[in-house]
């Protein structure tokens, strides 16, 4: 049975896309939005949970640019040695933060509400954009029969990786939502000229606001290469692509980049390895999509961009051919990245909680297997060259959480549209035929689709199968104000002097947010120094961690007793400065603030040197 699509034909795609389209998508995110926002805080508990430190630096990078840091400075002067970090996140993110925080203090006059409903906003506006991604890609398919389907799979599947719920200042949840508008734009359908040029400036703004959006923009270059070069598309479609994405390149350096940082090479943030090698791709797409006329003189154009990109890659940025983290201080390897999730590996995850790979992979196997089924058992050519591409992005995305699990994100949400298809497919096929058998494909279908299903699977698993929680669910039970992420615990804080803190990565950011202090640790690998003066200060004797504590102008030691970091630095220097404090035998040349002795977070003056 062919996959029927609304008019029973692939839509022409120079033809436009109606308007109710647009507003029906529109709707359709909206009603998601209301939903999935509703559930967010009837089930809200500000009082457990491990919450994202990425969250709350990003509004401390908010609250530093409307304090008068300017837009080019992407230094956190509050954070690390003296002199600050420099930090890679991208501006990008900032700018439509700065504007709803600006538009409703205006409105309100009160900076706090101002931030609540930033805080509200943002991540409202990304899911929205995700949902209405999702559905202008049915819409530009011609398959509206999906739209609802997609609406569903997509807000469950969106709720449920945590980074659109109320809060999220972070830029993963932009970064999805960008992802997903860049597959609504390079579906095979309607107005595919236009909706090219659009995937081109998308692609550039993935790659500017997050470079772990590398695979997925990489992938959408290759699709369009051999899409335009099979005939799948026009060749103005690449020619706009290729134009865009280097047009776009250029134009999202000089908005985000100083003048003096020209020519600088960041692997990690947007910098000239990144417009240099958008720049030859996509121009090079560009001149073979237009100035060339037969196949043989496009693979050669194609064929000497590729082998100048390889060298450009070889002679200019070699240093982006590695892993970041791969030259970090083996101390800085045990003890931050290792307890860092999202950078762990599948096969770490399977050897600590194997029941939460339901969740992490669930969908996204079932998205891939979705995408086969379109690329071998749909009649339509479209549907068909669909799958190719959703197989591609999803497998992608799948390699991307075996090595490192943060690229669950993508997976789960790239696997919406196949899956909304095919559950589409079959409602057609029981509406066809009544018969039960066809019922329960559906049926089968609909809860494979839903995230939440995987999640609750693995949940439920793991009790059964283990006797205990999955990891995710033991974080997300866990009193907030144990771990120090009540903002309550650093109330005394705050009251001290204006100083250095010595804290545990994991604190970092909310010193920053809830004091005036400058915090030597954070969980961010361009804070390098910081963290392993930090992490080396812990682990030494009294005596040798005072003359570390001196090296570094620390005035204050915020002790979470409960951290992560606190129990590992225990464990592995027993006469360490940590495990000291925690045995009570506090050296002399620090003073414990009463009023924090019985408290999560004890705070420890330094005292000064007579």
Not at 318 to 345: H, M, Y
Request: aromatic share 10%; charged share 15%; glycine share 8%.
């Amino acid at each position: 049975m062919a996959i029927n699509m609304q008019n029973g034909t692939v839509p022409n795609s120079q033809e436009a896309l109606p308007r109710d389209s647009f507003n029906k998508s529109a709707l359709y995110a909206l009603i998601a939005v209301l939903a999935v926002y509703a559930l967010a805080i009837l089930g809200g508990n500000d009082a457990s949970g491990i919450k994202n430190s990425d969250d709350m630096m990003r509004l401390v990078t908010l609250r530093d640019l409307l304090a008068g840091q300017s837009w080019f400075d992407p230094f956190q002067y509050r954070l690390g040695l003296d002199g600050g970090t420099l930090m890679h996140w991208s501006r990008l993110v900032d700018g439509p933060l700065w504007l709803i925080y600006s538009t409703v203090e205006m409105l309100t006059g009160d900076s706090l509400a101002a931030e609540q409903i930033t805080a509200f906003i943002w991540p409202a506006l990304t899911l929205f954009t995700a949902v209405f991604a999702v559905n202008i890609a049915c819409a530009r398919m011609g398959y509206v029969a999906a739209q609802i389907p997609a609406t569903i799979f997509g807000a469950a599947a969106f709720m449920t990786s945590g980074i659109f719920s109320p809060g999220a200042l972070d830029h993963h949840n932009i970064q999805v939502a960008l992802c997903m508008l860049l597959v609504a734009m390079l579906v095979p359908g309607r107005f595919e000229v236009r909706a090219h040029a659009l995937a081109g400036l998308i692609a550039v703004l993935m790659l500017a606001i997050g470079v772990e959006t590398l695979p997925y923009v990489t992938i959408a270059g290759v699709w369009v290469t051999v899409a335009f070069l099979t005939g799948v598309i026009h060749a103005r479609s690449a020619f706009m692509f290729g134009f865009w994405l280097g047009v776009s390149a250029l134009l999202v350096y000089l908005a985000t980049v100083q003048p003096k940082d020209y020519g600088a090479v960041y692997c990690d943030a947007y910098s000239a390895f990144h417009i240099g090698m958008c720049s030859v791709g996509g121009f090079a797409l560009a001149i073979a999509a237009h100035f060339s006329a037969t196949t043989k003189s496009r693979l050669f154009v194609l064929g000497l961009a590729a082998g100048a990109a390889i060298v450009l890659m070889l002679v200019a940025f070699p240093q982006c051919l590695s892993n970041p983290l791969a030259s970090l201080d083996p101390k800085l390897k045990i003890f931050w990245l290792d307890g860092v999730v999202e950078t762990r590996s599948v096969f770490d995850l399977w050897a600590a909680d194997p029941y939460q790979l339901f969740g992490l992979l669930g969908m996204a196997v079932c998205g891939m297997l979705a995408s086969l089924w379109l690329v071998f058992k749909s009649e339509e050519k479209a549907m068909r060259w669909f799958g190719v591409l959703s197989l591609m992005l999803i497998t992608m995305a799948i390699a991307v959480t075996l090595w490192q699990q943060r690229g669950t994100l993508f997976a789960s949400a790239l696997a919406v549209l196949p899956l909304s298809f095919v559950f589409t497919r079959l409602r057609s096929q029981y509406l066809h035929t009544n018969a039960v058998r066809d019922l329960l494909k559906m049926t089968a279908m609909g809860l494979v689709s839903l995230n939440i299903f995987w999640w609750v699977a693995g949940a439920q698993a793991s009790v059964i199968f283990a006797g205990e929680q999955t990891l995710q669910e033991q974080a997300r039970n866990v009193s907030a104000r144990d771990y120090c992420f009540s903002e309550d615990v650093f109330a005394p804080l705050a009251k001290e002097p204006r100083g250095v803190v010595l804290g545990a990565t994991d604190i970092g950011a909310n010193i920053l947010k809830l004091t005036n202090h400058r915090a030597l640790a954070g969980p961010y690998h361009r804070n390098s120094d910081g963290n392993l003066q930090m992490i080396e200060t812990m682990l030494a004797a009294p005596d040798g961690a005072h003359v570390l504590i001196d090296e570094a102008g620390v005035t204050l030691i915020a002790d979470c007793i409960n951290s992560a970091d606190a129990n590992d630095f225990k464990k592995a220097a027993p006469n360490g400065l940590q495990a000291k404090l925690h045995q009570g035998e506090v050296p002399s040349w620090l003073e414990k603030v009463p009023e924090t002795a019985d408290t999560p977070l004890v705070v420890y003056r330094v005292k000064p040197k007579l």
